[in-house]
């Protein structure tokens, strides 16, 4: 049974930095893409980062580029999600992903063939 579970979520001041990672037990995880979504009460589940299954490509969105940064380690089975001038408006449930053929669709939840459970990541201003 897949499982993706997330930790490294908590509560820090704007400006501060967290980093989360994902531990996954996916046989075949170096064949997966990838990605981190998050989701602020009342908002819908919004795109934040993703990788490819080689590590060679990475995607972000436009709120996080510059200072977030995804990364993998295929031998640990686990992706990593870096963040540095947190600032409150980041403030969600981060959950990880992981998917077998995106097709390039990274941006899409629906892409997705696995979800964690999620880390609460809380910013004070």
């Known amino acids: 049974q897949v499982q993706l579970v997330e930790s490294g979520g908590g509560l820090v001041q704007a400006g501060g930095s967290l980093r989360l990672s994902c531990a996954a037990s996916?046989?075949?995880?170096?064949?997966?893409?990838m990605g981190w979504f998050r989701q602020a009460p009342g908002k819908e589940r919004e795109f934040v980062t993703a990788?490819?299954?080689?590590?060679?490509?990475?995607y972000y969105a436009d709120s996080v580029r510059g200072r977030f940064t995804i990364s993998r380690d295929n031998a640990k089975k686990t992706v990593y999600l870096q963040m540095n001038s947190l600032k409150p408006e980041d403030t969600a449930m981060y959950y990880c992903?992981?998917?077998?053929?995106?097709?390039?669709?990274?941006?899409?939840?629906?892409?997705?063939?696995?979800w964690g459970q999620g880390t609460q990541v809380t910013v004070s201003s």
């Open positions: 996916i046989r075949a995880f170096s064949n997966y893409n």
């Open positions: 990788i490819s299954w080689s590590g060679v490509n990475t």
């Open positions: 992903t992981g998917g077998l053929s995106i097709r390039g669709n990274y941006y899409r939840n629906t892409s997705y063939d696995y």
